[in-house]
């Protein structure tokens, strides 16, 4: 789900000094500013004071760390954090041991694993400037160089699948034409012919999930939209595909899948049933579905089976807070695991040679960290603690879940940061959006926008629309298609909401979000001019028919699922009357707008004929593009400009009396 909304802040000088300590006289023309980088454009942006960096560096050096994978054979992992400007590669000896770095590049690497049997390398993926085009490599970790095994260019490579055997690996591609999803094999060791395309497929929601126990099967999903998907099994003699689960029956989703029952079964989750994705039991012969497990309400969001065939761990979302559960398939006792803190939990893998679940736990007051699970006694370890970059963890807000009624009577909820008490009178209020639109807002850690809340007396809503997972099917198909305005009408009613509070002011709003958040922000901008003070739209989409023209044709099906079909003529009619590029004369109250030069998902052009429209108005709009980043910023220089912008545009249109 795409989109890390840790953005906004932002203005001028007498007044952030003022609340900050650093009052004194108004900053001199003779005032050192940040230079943007090269690979920053900056339009309509004022001059950033180097004070002003320095006064907001304890909110730009929190880190985070997120597990890779594990030594086949010994109790280590690999990891991946960031020292420098970007995420790489490191290597832990030991929980809490020092984070040894094995990569140095230029850009972010987003995954990496060991070879299986003797961990002799490292494969990873790199993408460049954020095109998401993610190439694979091999790392030789003793003498420190890789050499890329995938073909590059503007082709999208999947994560590497082990076979059973551990010789091999299958893998997803779009080498092919760009749009369709292949599947690959490839033996990184082998010197000729190193790989070949077992599978063409048509669609870009292609996925492999399992190797069968004997190696002669591939178990391997199509997704057709966040409701929708189907498993197939594929014969890797006979290169032939056939469904397990009905194409006929009524659309279900499916997450995960893996064999069991020595390959005579599947398992995975399912909504099929009902609202929520549960655990389920498929028969491989018949497709016949049964659930396993205690009911839980919410969704099955992760599981992962040990190599022991009957230990299966699971995570379920239950009002956006994450519950890890294990579940032994031989006897059917199920426990869920305490002693974690509470948040949002990344699954990662078992151990090979031990009952050992490794995690990577997000919390209100702790960046992203990695943990692990003892399935035979619960014992949880920490192996990270990332740095806070000087802030003190219990100075930091707990959300508070709230919850409003939109127009049609529908339930909405999300959650509240409020600032300390020490702020008297009513607080002015960010908004922030989340992106999918098949996400969710939740209560995790908010690196930079604490200063908001810290420093400036500034409250922030997540909320949840109608369109966001972790309510049931029927909420998240509520947004779709002719349906699309509902979504931007619940905005309106926590506006409302925001009025009825004693402590909020509805005077002082800004309304923000990234990607599909950035449309709503856009489209919030147009449709509630009057009721908010500005607006940040990061990386989003303008007018559904040029997204779907120009957005990267791997995808491009997909989000006709969600959004319509822009060759429909009724649907295309629609998404001009909708859009916000063509409701641009009614954005008065100032606008940022930031983009990345090489985003594949929101191309940049959504965001050039927004700025050029939302100027001929002659109201404040602000201008940022980096030519080195796709969908947000992921380098830390540009982040930090992006950080530092933010401010400055908080404080000269928010902040104001």
């Not at 942006?45 to 890779?68: D, G, N, V």
């Not at 064999?259 to 016949?288: H, P």
């Not at 939109?406 to 940061?417: I, S």
């Given at each position: 789900?795409?989109?890390?909304?840790?953005?906004?802040?932002?203005w001028?000088l007498?007044?952030?000094?003022?609340?900050?300590?650093?009052?004194?006289d108004?900053?001199?023309?003779?005032?050192?500013?940040?230079?943007?980088?090269?690979?920053?454009?900056?339009?309509g942006?004022?001059?950033?004071?180097?004070?002003l960096?320095?006064?907001?560096?304890?909110?730009t050096?929190?880190?985070?760390a997120?597990?890779?994978?594990?030594?086949?054979?010994?109790?280590?992992?690999?990891?991946?954090?960031?020292?420098?400007?970007?995420?790489?590669?490191?290597?832990?000896?030991?929980?809490?041991?020092?984070?040894?770095?094995?990569?140095?590049?230029?850009?972010?690497?987003?995954?990496?694993?060991?070879?299986?049997?003797?961990?002799?390398?490292?494969?990873?993926?790199?993408?460049?400037g954020?095109?998401?085009?993610?190439?694979l490599?091999?790392l030789?970790?003793?003498?420190?160089?890789?050499?890329?095994?995938?073909?590059?260019?503007?082709?999208?490579?999947?994560?590497?699948?082990?076979?059973?055997?551990?010789?091999?690996?299958?893998?997803?591609?779009?080498?092919?034409?760009?749009?369709?999803?292949?599947?690959?094999?490839?033996d990184?060791?082998?010197e000729?012919?190193?790989?070949?395309?077992?599978?063409?497929?048509?669609?870009?929601?292609?996925?492999?999930?399992?190797?069968?126990p004997?190696d002669?099967?591939?178990?391997v999903?199509?997704?057709?939209?966040?409701?929708?998907?189907?498993?197939?099994?594929?014969?890797?003699?006979?290169?032939?595909?056939?469904?397990?689960?009905?194409?006929?029956?009524?659309?279900?989703?499916?997450?995960?899948g893996?064999y069991?029952?020595?390959?005579?079964?599947?398992?995975?989750?399912?909504?099929?049933?009902g609202?929520?994705l549960?655990?389920?039991?498929?028969d491989?012969?018949?497709?016949?579905?049964?659930?396993?497990?205690e009911?839980?309400?919410?969704?099955?969001?992760?599981?992962?089976?040990?190599?022991?065939?009957?230990?299966?761990?699971?995570?379920?979302?239950?009002?956006?807070?994450?519950?890890?559960?294990?579940?032994?398939?031989?006897?059917g006792?199920?426990?869920?695991?305490?002693?974690?803190?509470?948040?949002?939990?990344?699954?990662?893998?078992?151990?090979?040679?031990?009952?050992?679940?490794?995690?990577?736990?997000?919390?209100?007051?702790?960046?992203?960290?990695?943990?692990?699970?003892?399935?035979?006694n619960?014992?949880?370890?920490?192996?990270?603690e990332?740095?806070l970059?000087g802030?003190?963890?219990?100075?930091?807000?707990?959300?508070?879940?709230?919850?409003?009624?939109?127009?049609?009577?529908?339930d909405?909820?999300?959650?509240?940061?409020?600032?300390?008490?020490?702020?008297?009178?009513?607080?002015?209020?960010?908004?922030?959006?989340h992106?999918g639109p098949?996400?969710?807002?939740?209560?995790?850690?908010?690196?930079?926008?604490?200063?908001?809340?810290?420093?400036?007396?500034?409250?922030?809503?997540?909320?949840?629309?109608?369109g966001?997972v972790?309510?049931?099917?029927?909420?998240?198909?509520l947004?779709?298609?002719?349906?699309r305005?509902?979504?931007?009408?619940?905005?309106?009613a926590?506006?409302?909401?925001?009025?009825?509070?004693?402590d909020?002011?509805a005077?002082?709003i800004m309304?923000?979000?990234?990607?599909?958040?950035?449309?709503m922000?856009?489209?919030?901008?147009?449709q509630?001019?009057?009721?908010?003070?500005?607006?940040?739209?990061?990386?989003?989409?303008?007018?559904?028919?040029?997204?779907?023209?120009?957005?990267?044709?791997?995808?491009?099906?997909?989000?006709?699922?969600?959004?319509?079909?822009?060759?429909?003529?009724?649907?295309?009619?629609?998404?001009?009357?909708?859009a916000?590029?063509?409701?641009?004369s009614?954005?008065?109250?100032?606008?940022?707008i930031?983009q990345?030069?090489?985003d594949?998902?929101?191309p940049?052009?959504e965001?050039e004929?927004m700025?050029?429209?939302?100027?001929?108005?002659?109201?404040?709009?602000?201008?940022?593009?980096?030519?080195?980043e796709?969908?947000?910023?992921?380098?830390?220089?540009?982040?930090?400009?992006?950080?530092?912008?933010?401010?400055?545009?908080?404080?000269?249109?928010?902040l104001?009396?």
């Amino acid at each position: 789900m795409g989109f890390n909304q840790r953005f906004l802040i932002g203005w001028w000088l007498g007044g952030l000094l003022a609340m900050t300590g650093l009052a004194g006289d108004a900053w001199s023309q003779e005032e050192e500013m940040v230079a943007p980088g090269e690979q920053l454009v900056v339009e309509g942006i004022p001059a950033i004071p180097k004070r002003l960096k320095e006064q907001l560096r304890p909110y730009t050096e929190s880190r985070a760390a997120a597990f890779f994978a594990w030594h086949p054979v010994q109790r280590q992992m690999l990891i991946g954090t960031r020292f420098g400007q970007t995420t790489q590669i490191h290597h832990l000896a030991m929980p809490m041991g020092a984070r040894t770095q094995w990569t140095f590049f230029d850009e972010p690497v987003s995954g990496a694993q060991y070879e299986p049997k003797e961990a002799d390398f490292v494969l990873f993926s790199r993408d460049i400037g954020g095109n998401e085009f993610a190439q694979l490599f091999r790392l030789d970790p003793k003498k420190g160089t890789s050499r890329m095994l995938s073909p590059g260019g503007r082709t999208q490579i999947g994560q590497p699948l082990w076979n059973r055997a551990k010789n091999q690996f299958v893998y997803t591609s779009t080498e092919r034409n760009g749009a369709d999803r292949d599947f690959w094999w490839m033996d990184p060791r082998a010197e000729n012919e190193p790989k070949r395309m077992l599978l063409a497929n048509e669609g870009g929601g292609w996925g492999i999930l399992d190797w069968s126990p004997d190696d002669a099967k591939l178990l391997v999903v199509e997704r057709k939209s966040i409701n929708q998907s189907q498993l197939y099994e594929v014969d890797l003699a006979t290169a032939q595909r056939r469904p397990l689960t009905d194409p006929n029956a009524p659309p279900a989703a499916y997450l995960g899948g893996q064999y069991i029952e020595g390959g005579s079964q599947i398992i995975c989750a399912s909504d099929r049933r009902g609202e929520f994705l549960e655990l389920v039991k498929i028969d491989v012969d018949t497709g016949k579905e049964m659930p396993i497990g205690e009911a839980t309400h919410g969704d099955v969001e992760a599981l992962t089976l040990h190599e022991d065939g009957k230990t299966l761990a699971f995570v379920v979302n239950q009002d956006g807070i994450s519950r890890l559960y294990v579940h032994d398939l031989t006897t059917g006792q199920e426990r869920s695991i305490d002693g974690l803190p509470q948040g949002v939990i990344s699954l990662g893998d078992w151990h090979r040679q031990m009952p050992e679940l490794a995690l990577t736990i997000n919390s209100a007051r702790s960046p992203s960290d990695v943990y692990s699970v003892d399935a035979s006694n619960g014992r949880v370890t920490r192996w990270t603690e990332s740095e806070l970059g000087g802030i003190s963890a219990q100075s930091l807000t707990e959300p508070e879940l709230v919850r409003w009624e939109g127009h049609d009577g529908v339930d909405l909820t999300g959650f509240l940061y409020r600032p300390p008490a020490s702020f008297e009178g009513k607080r002015p209020v960010i908004i922030s959006i989340h992106g999918g639109p098949e996400g969710q807002s939740r209560p995790i850690f908010q690196a930079r926008n604490n200063f908001y809340l810290n420093e400036l007396g500034v409250a922030i809503v997540y909320p949840n629309v109608r369109g966001s997972v972790g309510y049931g099917k029927t909420f998240t198909q509520l947004d779709n298609g002719l349906k699309r305005l509902d979504s931007v009408r619940d905005i309106g009613a926590l506006l409302d909401w925001v009025a009825r509070q004693p402590d909020l002011d509805a005077n002082r709003i800004m309304v923000t979000g990234g990607s599909y958040g950035g449309y709503m922000t856009l489209a919030t901008a147009t449709q509630y001019n009057d009721r908010i003070r500005c607006a940040l739209d990061v990386v989003g989409i303008s007018h559904f028919g040029t997204f779907l023209k120009n957005t990267e044709s791997y995808r491009r099906d997909l989000r006709r699922v969600e959004y319509g079909d822009e060759r429909d003529p009724e649907m295309a009619k629609f998404f001009d009357q909708m859009a916000p590029l063509n409701r641009a004369s009614q954005i008065t109250k100032p606008l940022f707008i930031v983009q990345g030069g090489n985003d594949p998902r929101v191309p940049l052009s959504e965001a050039e004929q927004m700025v050029a429209k939302v100027r001929a108005n002659g109201g404040p709009i602000w201008y940022l593009m980096a030519k080195d980043e796709g969908h947000g910023f992921k380098k830390k220089a540009n982040a930090d400009y992006q950080f530092y912008a933010t401010v400055l545009f908080i404080e000269q249109y928010l902040l104001a009396p």
